[in-house]
């Protein structure tokens, strides 16, 4: 299945880089624009899956951007990202044609899970093929990977955007084997060592949350992965 596109206008350097490297290794096809005349011109080539648009831009604004994009295309999914934090900026953003606001400074994280519940509100499937209304049953538990919620016979517990993607695979591999390297890969977009320590303490995070649940065991294979036997 093919990647989903997003389109990334964003004039700051340095932010454009984190947010397309971690767009790009978490599964996107990401086309960056440095300005807002720019974004208009990749988005009547490329035609997007995904809008997001920083506000204050040379050549043509966040704004008046997105009025464009929603005059040509009324179901595209648009989310603001603005260090313009006023409730009538928000207000604009959305008069605009945003259907979503993520205020400046903001994490990798929030942005990936916005952008999942926007595509699923749009109807589009995720950046990996999977369809984003599935919901994850297993013994007495429950997955919700578009809001990152774990429901255990304890309660509901929220999950990380990395913690929910690796508990969705070692669901996807339930009673085999899910090889470290390519859970990395598939996370992270390397395999190293600081990599493989940050999955290690969100493994013992899960490990934790479903610690009461005595038919469901994550088994570690020293130097080859892991099994959620369940």
């Known amino acids: 299945m093919k990647k989903i596109k997003v389109l990334y206008a964003e004039d700051e350097p340095f932010l ?18 440095p300005d807002g005349e720019n974004a208009w011109h990749q988005f009547q080539d490329q035609k997007p899956d995904i809008c997001v648009l920083d506000i204050m831009m040379p050549q043509k604004d966040g704004y ?4 464009e994009i929603r005059k040509s295309d009324p179901n595209i999914p648009i989310i ?34 916005r952008m ?21 049953q297993f013994k007495n538990c429950e997955l919700d ?6 429901t255990t016979s304890e309660g509901e517990h929220s999950l990380s955007y990395k913690e929910t993607v690796l508990l969705e695979l070692l669901l996807q591999n339930r009673n085999n084997i899910l090889e470290r390297e390519d859970a990395l890969v ?7 060592f600081y990599n493989g320590r940050s999955m290690d303490v969100f ?22 992965g892991y099994k959620l036997i369940c």
């Open 186 to 192: 598939k996370i992270w977009g390397e395999d190293s």
């Open 64 to 67: 008046t951007l997105a009025a």
């Open 203 to 224: 493994m013992a995070h899960l490990r934790k949350l479903l610690k009461s649940e005595t038919d469901i065991q994550i088994i570690s294979l020293r130097g080859v």
């Open 145 to 150: 990977p578009v809001t990152q919620k774990l």
């Open 16 to 33: 454009a880089r984190i947010v397309l490297d971690g767009l790009t290794s978490s599964g996107y096809e990401v086309q960056l624009a």
């Open 116 to 136: 999942e519940s926007l595509l699923k509100r749009f109807g589009h499937t995720t950046k990996d093929g999977y369809d984003l209304t599935v919901k994850y």
């Open 80 to 113: 603001f990202l603005s260090a313009k934090a006023l409730t009538e900026d928000v207000v604009n953003g959305f008069k605009s044609g945003g259907n979503d606001y993520l205020k400046k400074p903001f994490s990798i994280d929030e942005l990936l899970v």
